[in-house]
């Protein structure tokens, strides 16, 4: 059987070639098609989290999937180094131990994992970074409401219309929701957007003016 179904694909052959040019091609649209909209949040977002960290807050990131792996990348350019070599910087991406997420979703439900970390660990005047590419993931949902009742600033990172998550969002949070339908072009631009809170999170604090 799983020979013949390869027999199947293989009489119908792809130009893979073509077919990786249009995501490259649609990738960089993407981002091209977004700096008008993404310029100032992500400038508002920076500003947020560096008056945070000087007055000795952190920053907390959460979300599911690719949305997990951003929040562990931004806490890991922080917390490490992004491009300049600079003293540590308070991240926490609440993703990474699986002894209290299989705990917390065994014991109250998958919903609950991030908010859970939230309430334990987040002080007020600290940054929630909460990713969800259709803006309604409920985990991440729960975890901002949590953020808001703990007076905690969130910095959400949607796509699409920002569902859920865009709705919630008060006047003093940001929104940084990219304007794509596709999962995959969103996360790419998600990855931008990071690189360039980690990159103006170093230019505000070292002074760098180019």
Same mark, same amino acid.
């Given at each position: 059987?799983?020979?013949?179904?390869?027999?199947?694909?293989?009489?119908?052959?792809?130009?893979?070639?073509?077919?990786?040019?249009?995501?490259?091609?649609?990738?960089?649209?993407?981002?091209?098609?977004?700096?008008?909209?993404?310029?100032?949040?992500?400038?508002?977002?920076?500003?947020?989290?560096?008056?945070?960290?000087?007055?000795?807050?952190?920053?907390?990131?959460?979300?599911?999937?690719?949305?997990?792996?951003?929040?562990?990348?931004?806490?890991?350019?922080?917390?490490?180094?992004?491009?300049? %070599?600079? *003293?540590? &910087? +308070?991240?926490?991406? /609440?993703?990474?131990?699986?002894?209290? @997420?299989?705990?917390?979703?065994?014991?109250?439900?998958?919903?609950?994992?991030?908010?859970?970390?939230?309430?334990?660990?987040?002080?007020?005047?600290?940054?929630?970074?909460?990713?969800?590419?259709?803006?309604?993931?409920?985990?991440?949902?729960?975890?901002?409401?949590?953020?808001?009742?703990?007076?905690?600033?969130?910095?959400?990172?949607?796509?699409?219309?920002?569902?859920?998550?865009?709705?919630?969002?008060?006047?003093?949070?940001?929104?940084?929701?990219?304007?794509?339908?596709?999962?995959?072009?969103?996360? %790419?631009? *998600?990855? &931008? +957007?990071?690189?360039? /809170?980690?990159?103006?999170?170093?230019? @505000?604090?070292?002074?760098?003016?180019?």
């Amino acid at each position: 059987m799983l020979e013949s179904g390869i027999a199947r694909r293989e009489a119908r052959p792809m130009d893979l070639t073509s077919r990786i040019a249009q995501h490259f091609k649609d990738s960089a649209q993407t981002k091209l098609d977004a700096i008008e909209l993404l310029a100032a949040p992500i400038a508002r977002a920076i500003e947020a989290m560096v008056g945070c960290l000087l007055n000795n807050g952190k920053i907390l990131a959460c979300g599911n999937g690719g949305s997990a792996a951003d929040a562990q990348h931004l806490a890991a350019e922080l917390v490490g180094r992004f491009e300049l %070599e600079r *003293h540590e &910087l +308070a991240a926490i991406a /609440l993703t990474t131990d699986s002894s209290i @997420l299989s705990a917390i979703a065994n014991d109250y439900g998958y919903q609950a994992i991030f908010a859970k970390q939230v309430r334990a660990l987040g002080q007020p005047g600290d940054v929630l970074v909460a990713i969800s590419t259709s803006g309604n993931s409920p985990n991440v949902v729960a975890a901002i409401e949590v953020a808001h009742e703990n007076d905690l600033r969130v910095v959400a990172l949607t796509g699409k219309s920002g569902g859920a998550i865009g709705e919630m969002l008060h006047d003093g949070d940001v929104h940084i929701c990219v304007p794509a339908e596709r999962t995959a072009r969103i996360q %790419e631009t *998600h990855v &931008l +957007a990071i690189h360039c /809170l980690c990159d103006g999170i170093d230019c @505000l604090l070292m002074g760098v003016e180019e």
